[in-house]
């Protein structure tokens, strides 16, 4: 009985020596794997030198085309249409008869009546037909004088100081996406809108063609000044930790440089402060790094146009 159980104190002590052999290895060689230097990631990137361009300062508003003059047509004396002579859109002129009216006055024979227009335009609604009565305060249709249209754009209080009497400007419209219009500013309201304060400024539009059409939406746009700015490609500004900044490619490393943006022009972008120039600006890959990453730049620096 002695004997077994020296046999098995042996074998447990020669067990326990075992798993400590065993655990020591592992500890040892994970110890190695840790004392060897980590695997250094290079990411590919392409590079751009930041340009100079020529940006335009402007203000933008937008608003509603409307006729440059709307009057009412009505007939100088009682009675019930016998006749209009004009339709939706007919011209018409100074003079022109454009209504016939039979006065009904009970014991009196009078001729039919002649309403005439007394200015230039367009007729943009017919309001009574034949049969309904009429008199001086019954108005038979409706011109708009739209050889020349007008926008009423709301300006922001902050941008009014750069508009002026007479200031050119262009005018879009989503009918005609790809045209653009001339107008000039013709009046600029003295007073602010106190909801959203904006100052209501109109502009004349010339429409020879009456293409344009009263209602329709207008986006209004004034250039207020030029200057040569650094632009780099919209793809070389990312944001790191809440700030907008770029990457500088150094010596085979990411160099992160925080900078103030501006004007979006085209597929660049304005850097107003952080940039002299003459940088070599991390374009395509910007957004999978971080400062002092390696990189190797693929292909030859580009400039920024």
């Not at 004997?3 to 104190?9: A, E, P, T």
Request: hydrophobic content about 45%; charged content about 20%; overall charge positive.
């Amino acid at each position: 009985m002695k004997i077994g159980r020296i046999i098995v104190i042996l074998v447990l002590i020669a067990l326990a020596v075992f798993i400590g052999l065993r655990t020591k290895s592992t500890i040892d060689a994970k110890k190695r794997e840790a004392a060897k230097p980590a695997p250094v990631t290079v990411i590919a990137v392409e590079t751009a030198v930041p340009g100079r361009q020529t940006i335009e300062d402007k203000v933008r508003s937008s608003g509603n085309l409307q006729a440059a003059a709307e009057v009412s047509i009505f007939s100088k004396v009682p009675g019930k249409i016998a006749n209009n002579l004009v339709q939706m859109g007919s011209p018409v002129t100074p003079g022109q008869v454009v209504s016939i009216v039979n006065r009904d006055e009970v014991g009196y024979d009078y001729k039919p009546f002649e309403v005439k227009s007394d200015v230039r335009g367009v007729v943009a609604r017919i309001i009574l037909n034949p049969g309904a009565a009429v008199g001086p305060t019954a108005p038979i249709l409706n011109l708009v004088d739209i050889d020349q249209v007008k926008v009423v754009a709301g300006v922001d209080e902050k941008n009014i100081r750069f508009i002026s009497m007479g200031q050119p400007a262009t005018v879009t419209l989503e009918a005609y996406p790809d045209e653009r219009f001339n107008a000039r500013v013709t009046n600029i309201s003295p007073l602010a809108n106190q909801l959203n304060r904006t100052i209501d400024v109109e502009l004349s539009v010339p429409n020879p063609s009456h293409r344009l059409k009263p209602g329709m939406y207008a986006e209004v746009e004034w250039i207020t000044g030029r200057r040569t700015a650094i632009v780099v490609p919209l793809v070389a500004v990312v944001e790191r930790a809440g700030r907008k900044c770029v990457f500088l490619a150094a010596d085979g490393a990411a160099r992160m440089i925080p900078v103030t943006i501006g004007e979006v022009v085209g597929d660049n972008i304005e850097i107003l402060s952080g940039l002299a120039g003459g940088e070599t600006v991390i374009t395509t890959g910007a957004g999978q790094i971080n400062d002092k990453d390696r990189i190797t730049v693929a292909g030859t620096p580009a400039d920024a146009k």
